[in-house]
């Protein structure tokens, strides 16, 4: 690679521009800059230094630098992330942008917010709660992510059936160029065809293509009101042929989760669920928002009517919260409680067109007994992204796992291909996954990627080795 | 069997916020529940409509949203709801509350077992279910964990008490209350929801019930609120970190240190 | 003027730690009404130096209810005896425990001879003007604190947590009456017949008379994981309480549940193991006198109430704790 080390004379000039506190190098504060929510020992690395720029000015002088001296230059935001993307592999500048951390402008005439990318994006949602407005461009998983994460990693979650993912709420943006450039993208805009669209090129980069130091967010009527279905199948396929039934059927639900069988017993094992799950093999979790009581009580019944007409067993409902989070409960412990069982494991996160759910779950049987590991399947059925996670057996040997993991996730990976799917839905493809990228995607389609990436980043400076190398 | 189940709307308790400047909780926004401890005595009625044939009906005493919960309760299996409400039962101690329902359910008719939650989360007084109990004249078993039918005129209950489980031998009628270790409550299902829909919720008020006016709401309670406070918890401990071996030896130490000071071990 | 009485509880014949708690308050409430107090025991086979230990300890008189038909709780019964000697005697004031016969009972009386109560009283004081018992009590999960007073009726009922006051210092020099009241046959109830008790509850054990709990949350991970909890609560001679999630998930039993849906306790020692501090749980441990928490969630709200808060994985901490409270301090 040939990256140039950062050397004293390196950090002095950091200093210079962003003053003594904004730039570590005691390994003691670094050392939560070298990993993410992977596996630290396997994708863990430390970073030269970090640095904590306050406003896009700096940041860019930092860039400008780090491209003058061929150091590489790894954005950072919360650190939730799950494929690695926020890992300084190559060392260097590790460049969080942790105290660009203000929302500047909360613009109700046009219903937009501005915001550094270092705001916790769930301020956002707390602060324009109050005026019944959300931003629905969150995805609700971790309470600590950050807006720049989510737009670097173009972040979905459970919601994205009705409400789509971050990057149809991003209407404009402010970015340091790998060359150290501040440019403006986009505005307070619905629309814009004035060019090339490189906003959405900048959003699930992975920050490979600059640092997103400002956004404007759109915001939407908040909804008010919410219930929650918990639909019971004998197998795993009418659970899944109902999923287009239900999305055709003209009422978007905000969710549409599944959980197969080995996940619901798992979780119900582990919360003590008396849910009659034994005779079940999967699990639709169908959630349904809007403004008026009424009319999510009419969407509820018209959803639980369509699954009835469509072999479910049980319909159960949910409208207080405290019934509701005991259904979401079950989803949301199905990792945890894994994590019980085994605490290693590795969580996937393949896309796959809805209609091709059923045929994926019998390849994970397959896979899971010639590996040997068990693979619960759950996740975002309404839009085809499922949680299929490789969870190592008690039993196995680190080395026999470590042979059998990336085995068993290239057989993954291209029975997902075959179905017409991609590897990752929401998580991205980071340091974790780009081997594997690599090897599945089309070569043209490489090329044009890595083409712009060159354009844009000559030195390849801007998070090196991460999405391809 | 006819099985009366009294249950009550609740704030849900588990996002109240205080306002840091009046003191006062903030009860915009706050959703109504059925109370939590309610659903355990709704499953103990259902079970044993399950296993030995039984009406259930379920009972709330509030204003007319609080229909909601009897909805749920239908949802979950009750074959009826009753709402008791009325403009002059507002503001209705335990004692008058226990009153009024006791009415109500006399004016039922016909009732062998009611079963009542342990207590509300918000009043947490459990009194009403002893004070129906009182005004019925029925025997009382409270904190049950678990019912036998020994005959259709008697059950065996266990009682969860300090010392441990009591067993009584009960004769029907009676009024039981019940802990959480009765059973696992169900879920309200969309088949049940539809029922529910359909289902006329009786109103009984003081226009359909014979009541003594001297002991309704707020006017026939015994008991008086004169004073609300937001008690102030300030108790500022020591913090330590121990993130590492190192770090969790000085901590324990420290821990030591700080009992031993304290004189608890 | 008529009198406070307090409402004594027995066990196998003999007085429960929370009868002499109760005279503590009942003395502050006589002596500054300057009135007599009483306290008033139903039960079987106490002997005369128990009694009198409760004369000892503040009452001026006692009145003893005694059949061997009294032995086990039955609140039929009990009203029967509490209605007619409230009517005899006319008190001011009845004191009772928050224990499962306290609070049975209690209502039950309430009604029958038309009077208010209130539960769970943390305070109790009387107000100058009026001679009214003032009674404060936590609710909304002690987000509230409500004064209440019973201005009309009499007599004014109370029920109080045990442990939510020290005994007094008994005073052998202490005299007063023992009244032994003959039991009615007409009092009798037996419509509730007492079978005994469960026989295979094993370890049962009644937290809310512990001094020192040591509490599991959701941190625990697993059932197995309170053995660790078990361990060090048998070294510190305490015992093992648990958060709503725990129990849910069927690590531990409902009798070891605390918070709003579970028991409140008020040991001289609370130790939170990961748990993170629901609204609900603390709830149920505001009243403990000394709090310590270990998480290694820093934003955890219960180490922000804690005495004493430890930042770190419970299964690295409590082993090293353990090795020192074995290791003989």
């Known amino acids: 690679m040939g990256y140039a080390p950062v050397t004293p004379a390196i950090i002095r000039e950091l200093k210079e521009i962003l003053g003594d506190k904004n730039v570590l190098v005691d390994e003691e504060k670094i050392e939560a800059y070298s990993h993410d929510e992977t596996n630290e020992e396997e994708y863990g690395h430390m970073p030269e230094v970090v640095v904590t720029p306050e406003t896009a000015e700096q940041t860019a002088a930092v860039v400008k630098l780090a491209n003058r001296e061929v150091i590489p230059v790894t954005p950072r935001g919360a650190g939730s992330g799950l494929s690695g993307g926020a890992i300084p592999i190559f060392g260097g500048i590790l460049l969080s942008v942790e105290k660009m951390n203000k929302i500047l402008e909360v613009d109700f005439d046009n219903m937009v917010v501005t915001a550094e990318t270092g705001v916790v994006t769930n301020d956002i949602i707390s602060m324009v709660k109050e005026k019944n407005l959300f931003y629905a461009g969150y995805p609700m998983s971790v309470q600590t992510c950050y807006l720049g994460g989510n737009i670097a990693e173009n972040a979905g979650g459970g919601k994205a059936v009705k409400y789509g993912v971050t990057g149809r709420y991003i209407q404009g943006m402010e970015v340091v160029t790998p060359k150290g450039d501040i440019v403006s993208l986009g505005g307070k805009l619905a629309k814009d065809v004035s060019g090339y669209d490189l906003k959405q090129l900048l959003i699930g980069s992975e920050g490979t293509l600059g640092i997103v130091t400002k956004a404007i967010v759109k915001l939407s009527g908040l909804p008010t009101a919410s219930a929650v279905l918990l639909v019971l199948y004998e197998t795993a396929r009418q659970a899944i042929d109902s999923v287009p039934v239900i999305i055709s059927n003209g009422i978007v639900p905000t969710s549409i989760e599944f959980m197969d069988k080995l996940s619901v017993q798992t979780s119900c094992q582990y919360l003590n669920e008396t849910l009659p799950y034994e005779n079940c093999g999967a699990m639709l979790v169908i959630e349904v928002d809007g403004s008026s009581a009424e009319q999510v009580e009419s969407d509820m019944i018209a959803i639980g009517d369509l699954c009835m007409e469509n072999a479910a067993q049980e319909v159960y409902i949910a409208e207080d919260r405290n019934a509701v989070e005991r259904i979401w409960n079950v989803r949301r412990n199905i990792a945890e409680a894994f994590k019980v069982y085994s605490p290693i494991q590795s969580l996937e996160d393949i896309v796959v067109p809805t209609a091709a759910i059923p045929d994926i779950i019998p390849e994970l049987d397959r896979i899971s007994e010639k590996y040997s590991m068990k693979i619960p399947c759950y996740g975002h059925a309404g839009d085809g992204n499922l949680h299929a996670t490789l969870v190592k057996d008690p039993e196995m040997s680190m080395e026999e796992w470590h042979k059998a993991e990336p085995e068993a996730l290239r057989d993954l990976y291209s029975v997902t291909q075959k179905l017409g799917g991609k590897i990752s839905g929401e998580h991205g493809i980071g340091i974790k996954r780009r081997d594997y990228l690599e090897q599945l995607i089309d070569p043209v389609e490489l090329e044009l990627m890595k083409g712009i990436k060159k354009a844009w980043d000559p030195n390849n400076i801007m998070n090196p080795g991460k999405i391809f190398n | 069997m006819n099985i009366i189940v009294p249950i009550k709307q609740v704030p849900e308790t588990s996002n109240v916020k205080m306002d840091p400047e009046t003191g006062t909780m903030v009860r915009s926004g706050v959703e109504s529940v059925v109370n939590p401890l309610d659903l355990y005595a709704l499953e103990a009625a259902l079970s044993l409509k399950d296993s030995h044939g039984a009406t259930v009906t379920a009972v709330t005493m509030g204003p007319p949203k609080a229909r909601k919960v009897l909805d749920m309760a239908i949802s979950m299996g009750c074959d009826d709801g009753v709402l008791v409400s009325d403009r002059k039962f507002g503001g209705a101690d335990t004692w008058a509350t226990s009153y009024t329902l006791s009415e109500a359910i006399k004016a039922l008719g016909n009732v062998d077992l009611i079963i009542a939650g342990e207590r509300a989360t918000d009043g947490d007084t459990a009194q009403v279910g002893p004070g129906i109990a009182a005004w019925m004249i029925l025997p009382l078993a409270t904190y049950i964990s678990d019912i036998e039918v020994e005959s259709e005129k008697c059950l065996i209950v266990e009682r969860l008490v300090e010392e441990g489980y009591e067993r009584l031998r009960l004769p029907l009628p009676a009024l039981i209350t019940v802990v959480k270790e009765i059973a696992s409550p169900r879920l309200p299902t969309l088949r049940g929801k539809k029922k529910a829909m359909q289902t006329e919720i009786r109103t009984l008020s003081t226009e359909n019930l014979t009541l003594e006016s001297t002991n309704l709401g707020l006017k026939g309670s015994p008991t008086k609120v004169v004073k609300i406070e937001t008690p102030k918890v300030t108790r500022g401990g020591t913090v330590v970190e121990a993130m590492d071996d190192a770090s969790v030896t000085e901590a324990v130490d420290r821990l030591m240190d700080f009992l031993r000071q304290r004189e608890v071990v | ?329």
């Not at chain 3, 014949?13 to 503590?24: A, I, N, P, R, Y």
């Not at chain 3, 001011?92 to 309430?110: D, E, F, N, Q």
């Not at chain 3, 029958?112 to 009214?132: P, Q």
């Not at chain 3, 007094?168 to 007492?194: H, Q, T, Y």
Request: glycine share 10%.
């Open chain 3, 1 to 329: 003027m008529s009198y406070i009485w307090t409402l004594a509880e027995q066990a196998n014949g003999h007085l429960k730690q929370v009868s002499f708690e109760l005279l503590t308050r009942g003395r502050k409430l006589a002596d500054s009404l300057d009135t007599k107090l009483a306290s008033l025991l139903i039960g079987n086979g106490v002997s005369a130096e128990a009694l009198r230990e409760l004369i000892q300890s503040g009452a001026d008189e006692v009145y003893y209810v005694e059949d061997p038909r009294l032995a086990s709780f039955s609140c039929e019964t009990y009203s029967n005896i509490m209605v007619e000697l409230i009517k005899t005697y006319q008190p001011h004031t009845i004191l009772a425990a928050a224990t499962s016969s306290g609070r049975t009972l209690m209502p039950y009386v309430a009604v029958k001879v038309k009077t208010g109560l209130t539960a769970d009283c943390t305070e109790l004081d009387i107000e100058e003007t009026t001679g009214n018992l003032l009674q404060t009590r936590p609710a909304i999960g002690g987000n509230i604190l409500a004064t209440i007073k019973t201005p009309n009726h009499r007599p004014q009922m109370a029920t109080v947590r045990p442990k939510s006051t020290r005994p007094p210092e008994p005073d052998a020099d202490r005299d007063g009456k023992i009244i032994n009241v003959p039991f009615k046959e007409e009092w009798l109830d037996g419509r509730v017949e007492f079978l005994g008790y469960r026989k295979d509850a094993g370890d049962f054990e009644n937290i809310e008379e512990a001094d020192i709990i040591i509490a599991g949350g959701k941190g625990m991970k697993k059932a197995e994981n309170f053995k660790m909890l078990r361990r060090l609560s048998d070294s510190l001679e305490g015992m093992v309480g648990a958060t709503r999630d725990a129990v849910d998930r069927g690590w531990i039993g409902y009798s070891h549940q605390i918070g709003l849906s579970g028991k409140t306790v008020s040991p001289k020692l609370y130790i939170g193991a990961g748990i993170s501090g629901s609204i609900q749980h603390l709830a149920g441990i505001k009243t403990s006198e000394i709090i310590v928490s270990i998480n290694n969630d820093p934003e955890a709200p219960l180490h922000k109430i804690a005495d004493f808060a430890i930042v770190g994985d419970l299964f690295n901490v409590l082993p090293e704790l353990q090795k020192r409270l074995e290791g003989g301090k």
